[in-house]
């Protein structure tokens, strides 16, 4: 099985114990497998190594560090292949390096530190299209262009079949001119992004040995950018591609991990977990309008956010019983976390830690656990450079080129780490008290039928015979649970850690919990001796 635990290397957590954002009360082994919890670094925007205002790998390796010390165990980099765009999703060379965020032995080196560190690092693989600018869209174009009134020949230029060309779609969108020519090209997403023909067995052939080389030099996986729109229209013909993708990625290394982007909901989702692919995001859950922040604003309790969860992991397992959820809140196309609750610091706090009681591997865009702003719906706002410190600059980049000034409202890494009330202290602790816990991540969930108040949800996770019990409050207030009326009878329940979003705490007394407000706990399940 994909998710087959190794249990040879083991991470151990160390309990801790943080007044006002949250505690654990055991201390246990992580299994080293496929569940992680992963961290999204647009990298241009993260670190800056040499001082020349842009983000690069290095500055990504002298911050592990701080990586390693959130406690999260993967990175997914956004595209590090040469590009002529900020953001590199339009390769010009798939197997380099773009000289702005350094050299292949930059990437080597942050590969070998990061594995030191048991943290595995997945690259963002764009073949949906490549740049304009790409040798083989280049040759191609300036072979039809000579070409007259001649039919195209792969013999005379293997690369005209490595894009989708056609005559007589001038009037078709997403279809552009090759200069002067009779000839078009489709571009889904703008005619800067010619997209690929993934029928060509050449382009397939193509891809595979792209894969093998980043495998080959030690990358973990990879996150499969926009493949819903490899044949835009045609779930059937995506499924088939992902499912040759995954199967020869997996042929190579076994133990590869890939998720991919379907921006769809949840009946479509479960129709691409038939590919066979580890993970799919959970576009459901993410975003102002997704189930994480509604449960967080109190627009659906949070036995209504539980229940979907279920729902959605017995649809899921249908389809693909070894799949792995990955759940996020927002990402580099999205606004983030603090626009989303407009600033407010509980809410941004409580729906962090609802991500992590959800089943799977969570991904978290980088100054999400700052609270960092973005404004308004520009894709270069919601990538500002990361806010290391309000004094030094050093290591700050440039923000992209047409980026609003925007003042971030939340302090800087360098003073929330300071602060054990702070944002930044909340993700960490919510993210050990997941690590901790290992059935969160892989467990089968289910709902008891108990009374509970309309603020409380409760969710039972089981994996490997243990049983665990998360209870959740998204009112502003304190709420009593009874939990003889609200949790299955026969069984003794004790507390194996929490989050608070401030300085009071849980109490649990006599089979009576007290949850403050925006709280969430863990209890053990065991039987009456």
Not at 358 to 386: A, C, H, I, Q, W
Request: with cysteine.
């Amino acid at each position: 099985m994909k998710k087959r635990l190794s249990l040879i290397l083991c991470v151990v957590l160390l309990c801790q114990l943080l007044s006002g954002c949250g505690k654990t009360t055991e201390t246990v082994r992580e299994p080293d497998d496929a569940y992680r919890c992963y961290y999204e670094i647009f990298v241009g925007s993260f670190c800056d190594s040499d001082g020349d205002k842009c983000g690069d790998l290095s500055g990504i390796t002298e911050k592990l560090d701080y990586i390693e010390d959130m406690g999260f165990t993967g990175i997914w980099l956004t595209p590090i292949m040469p590009s002529p765009t900020y953001h590199k999703y339009d390769a010009t060379d798939y197997y380099g390096i773009d000289p702005s965020f350094g050299t292949m032995e930059d990437f080597e080196t942050l590969l070998k530190e990061c594995h030191k560190r048991n943290i595995r690092l997945i690259m963002d693989l764009v073949f949906n299209h490549t740049s304009s600018s790409h040798p083989w869209f280049l040759e191609a174009c300036d072979y039809l262009e000579q070409l007259g009134e001649k039919e195209p020949d792969e013999n005379e230029c293997k690369y005209v079949n490595y894009y989708n060309f056609a005559k007589d779609q001038a009037q078709t969108p997403n279809w552009y001119q090759i200069g002067s020519s009779d000839w078009y090209y489709e571009g889904v997403f703008w005619d800067g992004m010619p997209d690929l023909n993934l029928n060509s067995e050449a382009v397939r052939e193509e891809l595979e040995q792209v894969a093998s080389f980043w495998l080959e030099k030690g990358a973990d996986g990879f996150r499969l950018d926009a493949a819903k729109e490899y044949f835009t229209g045609y779930a059937e013909k995506n499924i088939e591609v992902l499912n040759w993708f995954e199967t020869y990625v997996k042929s190579v290394k076994p133990e590869a991990y890939l998720v991919a982007e379907v921006w769809e909901g949840q009946g479509v989702l479960q129709e691409y977990y038939k590919s066979g692919i580890d993970s799919l995001f959970n576009f459901p859950a993410s975003q102002q309008d997704g189930a994480i922040i509604k449960t967080a604003k109190a627009r659906v309790t949070p036995q209504q956010f539980f229940s979907w969860m279920v729902k959605q992991q017995t649809a899921d397992r249908l389809a693909n019983p070894d799949y792995i959820d990955a759940p996020f809140i927002s990402n580099h196309d999205t606004t983030r976390i603090s626009a989303q609750c407009v600033n407010n610091e509980e809410q941004m706090k409580f729906a962090a830690g609802l991500m992590m009681m959800m089943p799977g591997s969570p991904f978290v865009y980088y100054g999400e656990e700052l609270g960092m702003k973005s404004s308004g719906t520009k894709d270069e706002n919601k990538r500002l450079p990361m806010y290391w410190s309000a004094q030094d600059l050093s290591k700050t980049p440039d923000a992209p080129q047409t980026a609003d000034a925007v003042e971030q409202k939340f302090p800087s890494a360098e003073e929330q780490e300071k602060d054990s009330g702070s944002i930044l202290q909340y993700y960490k602790n919510a993210i050990e008290l997941r690590r901790s816990n290992p059935e969160i991540a892989r467990g089968s969930i289910s709902v008891p039928d108990g009374e509970l108040p309309e603020d409380i949800g409760v969710l039972l996770t089981e994996w490997e015979g243990k049983v665990s019990v998360i209870l959740c409050n998204n009112a502003t207030e304190s709420v009593e649970i009874d939990l003889q009326q609200a949790l299955p009878e026969g069984y003794n329940y004790t507390l194996k850690g929490s989050l608070n979003v401030g300085d009071q705490q849980e109490k649990l007394e006599n089979n009576k919990l007290e949850l403050p407000a925006y709280g969430i706990v863990i209890l053990k399940q065991s039987g009456v001796d």
